[in-house]
């Protein structure tokens, strides 16, 4: 909701995260601005709209001056607002992207040990064992 928002007010590299633990919601805004008003405006507006003091706002959106530059050359070449902002992502180093509370979940599954297939071969031969006279 916070991201597609983003997306449609000037700020197209902006996405938010809201994130539930023990202590409370939180929502972590992520993403490059190109100014540090837009990284201002960008928090100010996620206030806004979750309008609940209690929500923590961890702002980790990253200010790229080179942005302003970028964006300015890319509507005078004529070229489409998304291909503008495709190319604005493929010239920016990789950024760390901050998983949902369910890919948690699936990445911790995924970690856990698989069972070798010893663990059940061994006591079904034992169970069989039993029953030889």
Do not use: C
């Not at 449609?8 to 490059?32: C, M, N, Q, W």
């Not at 990284?39 to 961890?58: G, M, S, T, Y």
Request: hydrophobic share 40%; no cysteine.
């Amino acid at each position: 909701m916070l991201s597609d928002y983003f997306k449609t007010h000037k700020l197209p590299l902006v996405g938010a995260s809201v994130v539930a633990d023990r202590a409370g919601r939180e929502v972590i805004l992520y993403g490059f601005v190109a100014t540090p008003a837009g990284k201002l405006d960008a928090q100010e507006d996620a206030q806004r709209i979750i309008n609940d003091p209690a929500v923590a706002i961890v702002n980790r959106i990253v200010v790229r001056s080179e942005l302003l530059e970028t964006s300015e050359s890319s509507d005078s070449s004529g070229l489409s607002a998304s291909a503008a902002q495709n190319r604005i992502w493929s010239q920016l180093p990789a950024y760390q992207s901050y998983p949902a509370p369910d890919q948690i979940q699936q990445y911790e599954a995924e970690q856990q040990p698989q069972p070798k297939w010893t663990s059940w071969v061994l006591p079904l031969l034992m169970t069989g064992l039993m029953f030889v006279p």
